[in-house]
Nanobody, 124 residues
Framework: QVQLVESGGGLVQAGGSLRLSCAASGRTFSRDGMGWFRQAPGKERKFVAAISWNGGITYYADFVKGRFTISRDNAKNTVYLQMDSLKPEDAAAYFC?????????????????WGQGTQVTVSS
């Protein structure tokens, strides 16, 4: 198993930026694909972005393309989500997750470990 701890959430004005981090420990991080998902109150958890084990492939949900960037630093066992041009509808709890298949996947069932989440609030 891998333990995941997210950080970097907070309150930001619309149009602003935040960078989320997810620190991993336990299983060999460099073999896992990593993903970010988000969940607003009363709504389903949705895929946001994913990155393959070596960072060579990234994949984004349409609603964040061009605004969010996922990256990873395997030497630091950390995956990042840079969020720019934030909109009020981006407000949610953001979760990182680990995919032992190593791929950049939007499929929730491919992820076997999840963090506790970090809250992002965007004021209009």
């Amino acid at each position: 198993q891998v333990q995941l701890v997210e950080s970097g959430g907070g309150l930001v004005q619309a149009g602003g930026s935040l960078r989320l981090s997810c620190a991993a420990s336990g299983r060999t991080f460099s073999r896992d694909g990593m993903g970010w998902f988000r969940q607003a109150p009363g709504k389903e958890r949705k895929f946001v972005a994913a990155i393959s084990w070596n960072g060579g492939i990234t994949y984004y949900a349409d609603f964040v393309k061009g605004r969010f960037t996922i990256s990873r630093d395997n030497a630091k066992n950390t995956v990042y989500l840079q969020m720019d041009s934030l909109k009020p509808e981006d407000a949610a709890a953001y979760f990182c997750a680990a995919n032992p298949l190593g791929s950049a996947s939007a499929v929730r069932s491919n992820y076997d470990c999840w963090g506790q989440g970090t809250q992002v609030t965007v004021s209009s």
